[in-house]
């Protein structure tokens, strides 16, 4: 077996940092044990609580960091879950939004065609009211022609064949 003052030393070299500060408070108490009586034990004491109240607040200082990290790991991820829902969300909009657009299109393309047909049919019905305007106005005895036939007055009167040669 190994003397401590070995295992100790090994211990403070090859351990962790709070190890190293322990096994150091340690072997600084064994050294005040050992030490005359000339010294101010309370004030080694004092340094000594000082020291591992020092240790102490370290470890908690430690363990807030990583608590806080942790915290922030945890917002990150969160964080980017969002973002990747969002984008997928604005995705699927923008597909919506296309096959909306190309619906639109297509209906407005149906109502040029039909817009076209309807001018031109339109256009249509219009050349055939002038052309009856002008046969009714060929053909048809005037109104005052007609009032003389009612009322029986006999003044001159043009026939349904003279209106022809006029035009």
Known sequence: MKPFATRITNSVLLGSMFARKFYLILFSLV???GQTADRDYDKEL???SKAVQDLKNDIEATRKKLHSEKNREQSTVRTLSNLEEE???VEKLIKQLKK???AARADVKKLEKEISQQETELSDLRIRYANRAIS????TIPIDEHW????GFRG??????QFEKRT
């Open 87 to 89: 984008i997928s969300l």
């Open 148 to 151: 003389q036939k009612e009322t």
């Open 136 to 139: 009714v106005y060929k053909n």
């Open 31 to 33: 050294l005040v044990h």
């Open 46 to 48: 004092n340094y000594q």
């Open 100 to 102: 909306e657009e190309s």
């Open 156 to 161: 001159p009167v043009k026939k349904k064949h």
